[in-house]
């Protein structure tokens, strides 16, 4: 157990900041599957793509995940999107 008071701050502080990123990354996952799930329903829907994008560029100007790591999700996403189209259009 921390010994000093700045320790136990720390842990106090750390155990909030543990629980916001968790809702956030929650968030993410919630928001991309949706976003699949339309797009692998046959009717993709913008609104729940754009919402997906956004959610995951916000995660990451907050910090909780990487930019990187937000950039390749929203890319992999756009892939499944072309591919559904290109697929239902032949």
């Known amino acids: 157990m921390a010994n000093t008071e700045s320790a136990r701050k720390r842990i106090r502080t750390n155990e909030r900041k543990r629980l916001r990123n968790q809702m956030y990354r929650s968030r993410v996952k919630t928001m991309l599957k949706k976003a699949e799930q339309s797009i692998f329903s046959g009717k993709p829907s913008d609104e729940a793509i754009r919402e997906a994008i956004s959610t995951l560029d916000k995660a990451a100007v907050k910090g909780i995940i990487h930019k ?17 189209t290109v697929a239902a259009k032949s």
């Open 68 to 84: 990187n790591n937000a950039a390749r999700r929203k890319s992999r996403l756009m892939k499944k999107l072309n591919n559904a």
